[in-house]
Structures are given as structure tokens and as C-alpha cells.
């Protein structure tokens, strides 16, 4: 919900925040491929129904990836569609492997890209064997960490090789006025012996990064929350946690809790009809 | 605004997400030609250029909710509306009526005051334009169903508001038995109808003896105006209309009532 700033912003930032010229590029773009079914004042009718589908999260089904991924609310309108779709796996409590996941998918995108399942996979399977079966609920929310914040966890993973590395993004660089050379934190072989990254460096490094960078990040505060519980984490550590949070689910708005997952009265009401 | 129809490149940085990837279809420069012609033709391009604007001026919480009802409503306006010839029963106009004012109400927001003050006398007049009837202002029920549909379950109507909107309304139904009461001391036995010159009369005699009591801060002071026309200053005033040698055409009761209720609901004071 836009605050009442909204009102002081520029016209190129308001119309920005909501993303409102993609759609409506997106609307006469699809005016433009259907133009010979519509008359003249059918395109009244035919943008209203493009917005109001917008609106519904229903613009996304079967487009084409690139635009599934253009803007928050349409990764989110997937997520919710995958998720009303494809319920009845999970009520059935069928195990899939990530191939078939990723044909369900494709069923609703055409296009989209295998590597991206793969990563939601991983973050189940934990990089273990990747044709292990997953259950409906853990693979839809890791879909939903890996999907949403992608651009967010692929930053999250260069920072937590660099500090796996020794190196803190964080660290001043100062020159000395010897050799200017840098001086390094022990090597790889000596910080391996345990496992993962301090937790609290980590958190410090992904605040930053939430200032940093303007596109979706999980909400600060809860992201410090996943990390204060532990001391050390591994990157997929990480990620399973932030997959099973409820409060990042709900910030993010797309999915019921896990309890809820199989209750969808709506859905239940249309197919009664059929 | 010509860009709105090129398929643009990745947007500026104030963007609060990148917009990776626009369709990676390439068509032909003659083909583009011919989109942006068919665009400006069936007016598309003015067509949005518009709505943008109204986007801008609005300001609304949810733009794209915003859009969908401007384009509803642009819809509803135009002739070719489902093409049976037959027109829309009456609830389904009211309800078209009731949406549209509740679009204009949501345009802006309330601390916007003149905007939003603007918006709510388009809002009421809207709703006021029902056809048949030429009362001013909105009947109570549209205003109810109004009400239900901005607030849902919040609605609470004040103690003062109840009250002021009973004692009107009870004073209202007793000013119109007096008028019909006054209407058929004017009524001819034989013709059912009366003299309009007179009826006029009594009438202009009835907004007067109503424009006296202007002071009075209590709705039941008009009571007092009405009685307070006694025979002879209307048989005065009737004479007069007679005299006048102005031609003479029948008045019907209803007109009469209706008229006389017009005075009134003239005359209540609002609320607050």
C-alpha cells in the first residue's frame, strides 16, 4: 500500500513504484496481437479486462517468462496461481521430482527456465542428489524464496563466498604506506574447519545490501531474526530458513501458511461448478 | 507519449524493480510503422495518453485498480454497450450509477480537500440525475447502499444524524397530508383537478410563509409555517391568480404533492 508520500513524489517515480507503464505497455502489446478481434470500442472493454486482470493476478497465466518476472507483483501472482493450480499434488501427498515440478511449471509458463527449479530443488535437497523427490509444501516455498528474491539471493550468495574467502565486503581497505599491498584474513584452508559464516558478520552484510539495492528483499527485521538463532550457517542453511519462515511467507503475500496450504474455499467453490 | 507504443527498453534506475527482459520479439520497422498508425487511428494513443494524466492528477493507492474502473467506466459511456437495442432495466443503471460515484469518490484522496470536495459534488450528482424523478438529491436507499459499500462493517450512523433524519422524515409525511389536505380544498369535485393559476398561487404562498420561518433552527417549525397559512391570506393570494387574466390549465395532485415536498426538502437544514 503506497503511503501518503506517494502524493509529493515525482510523476516518474509514483508511476515507477507500481510499475504502471510496464503494464501498460504489456496492455497495448497485447491490444496489438489481438487487434483483429477487437472493434473500436471493444478497446475500451478490452483494457478493462486487461487491468482487472492485472489486478486479479490472473495476467500471468501462460505468458511468456520475461514478463512473469518484470515486476513484484507479477512473481507473486505466479507463485499464487502455481500454488491454486497444483494444490491437489499436495493433498494427494505425491512426492515429484524436480523435472516434474518443473513441467507443472512450464505448463503455466512455456519458457520458464529450467535453472531456475533446479536452484528452488537445491534449496530442498540441500545440493544433495537432485533427483530426490520433495513434497508440494517444500518445494512451493523454496520456489517462492528462489523465484521472488532472486536477484536478492544471488547477491546473498557472492557475499557469503566472499566471506567464506575471508574476505569482509565490509572492511575498509586502507593503504599502507609499505608495499600497499592488502593484508588478508587466514586462508581458505584454515577458516574451513568450520563450517558456514558467523552469522552476525552475515546479517551485517546482507543490512547493507537491503539499503543498497532497490529491488525485493525480505524484510530486515526478519531476516536479523532467521540469523539471530544461530551462530554459524551455510548458504543453503540459509535459505531453508528463509523458506520456512512464516513471516517472510506473509510479508511477501502470495501463499497461505504451510497449515493452510491444502484450504482454498474459492478454488473449491469454482470446480464444484464444473 | 509517442514511446507508449515502442516496446521500450530496461527503465531507469528510480525504478523500485529492474525491468529485465521486455519481450525479446524484434519485428520489422515497416511493421512497427503500421502498429503505431493502427494505434493512433482507433485511438489508443490518446486513448491512454488520457488515462495516464487522470493516474497522475489522482494520485491513487492502487493505480492499476484505478485503470481498470476508468476503463469500466469508459466502457459503460459508450452506445455500442451489449447491442440488444433494449436499454438496461433500472437496478442495473443504478448500480452502473453507484459505481461510477463511487469511482469519482476514490479519485482522491480525503486530504486533498478540494479535490476531494470536487469529487464528492460530482459523486452526488451522479447519483441525484435518477430519470423519472426530478426531486433534488439522492433517495435514501442509494445513499444506504453507498454507505455499505464504502464502510462494509463499519458503518454507524450517529445518534444526532438519526435523529434529525426521523424527526425530517416525520415531519415531511405530515407537511404532505397538509398539502394534500390544502390541494382538495383547491380541487374541483366534478374535474378531479385544480386551477393551476391557483394552485401556483397557494404554492408561492406556501414557499413564502416557508422562507419566513428561515430563522428557526428546528425542522418542526415548518409545521407552524404551514398552519400558519391560514384562509384568508391564501384566499387573498388565490383571488389575486384569478383576477390575473392568465389562461387556465388543470393541476393534479401529484403534481401538487410533488411540488410541495420539493419545498421542503428545500428548506432542511443539514446536519452538522
Known sequence: MLSPERLALPDYEYLAQRHVLTYMEDAVCQLLENKEDISQYGIARFFTEYFNSVCQGTHILFREFSFIQATPHNRASFLRAFWRCFRTVGKNGDLLTMREYHCLLQLLCPDFPLELTQKAARIVLMDDAMDCLMSFSDFLFAFQIQFYYSEFLESVAAIYQDLLAGKNPNTVIVPTSSSGQHRQRPTLGEASMLEGVEASLFYQCLENLCDRHKYSCPPPALVKEVLSNVQRLTFYGFLVALSKHHGINQALGALPDKGDLMHDPAMDEELERL | ?272
Request: aromatic share 6%; proline share 6%; net charge positive.
Open chain 2, 1 to 272: 507519449m509517442a514511446a507508449v507504443e515502442k516496446r521500450r527498453p530496461a527503465v531507469a534506475p528510480a525504478a523500485s524493480f529492474p525491468d529485465s527482459g521486455r519481450p525479446a520479439v524484434s519485428r520489422a520497422a515497416a511493421a512497427t510503422e503500421s502498429e503505431e498508425d493502427f494505434l493512433r487511428q482507433v485511438g489508443v494513443t490518446e486513448m491512454l495518453r488520457a488515462a495516464l494524466l487522470k493516474v497522475l492528477e489522482a494520485r491513487p493507492e492502487e493505480p492499476i485498480a484505478f485503470l481498470a474502473h476508468y476503463f469500466e467506466n469508459m466502457g459503460l459511456r459508450s452506445p455500442a454497450n451489449g447491442g440488444a437495442g433494449e436499454p438496461p432495466g433500472q437496478l442495473l443503471l443504478q448500480q452502473q450509477r453507484l459505481g461510477r460515484a463511487l469511482w469519482h469518490l476514490r479519485l482522491a484522496h480525503h486530504s486533498q480537500r478540494t479535490a476531494f470536495n470536487n469529487n464528492v459534488g460530482v459523486a452526488y450528482e451522479c447519483l441525484s440525475a435518477s430519470g423519472r424523478k426530478k426531486k433534488p438529491g439522492l433517495d435514501g436507499r442509494t445513499y444506504s447502499e453507498l454507505l455499505k459499500r464504502i464502510c462494509r462493517d463499519h458503518e454507524a450512523v450517529p445518534l444526532d444524524v438519526f435523529r434529525a433524519g426521523m424527526l425530517t422524515c416525520f415531519v415531511l409525511l405530515e407537511f404532505v397530508a397538509r398539502a394534500g389536505a390544502l390541494y382538495q380544498l383547491l380541487e374541483d369535485p366534478t374535474l378531479a383537478v385544480a386551477d393551476r393559476r391557483v394552485g401556483q398561487a397557494v404554492l408561492d404562498t406556501l414557499e413564502g410563509a416557508l422562507q419566513a420561518s428561515d430563522g428557526a433552527a428546528v425542522p418542526a417549525c415548518f409545521l407552524e409555517a404551514g398552519s400558519r397559512l391560514g384562509p384568508d391570506s391564501l384566499a387573498l393570494a388565490m383571488d389575486r391568480a384569478l383576477v390575473a387574466r392568465r389562461p387556465s390549465s388543470p393541476m393534479t395532485r401529484e403534481e401538487f404533492l410533488e411540488k410541495a415536498a420539493a419545498l421542503f426538502i428545500a428548506k432542511v437544514k443539514p446536519v452538522g
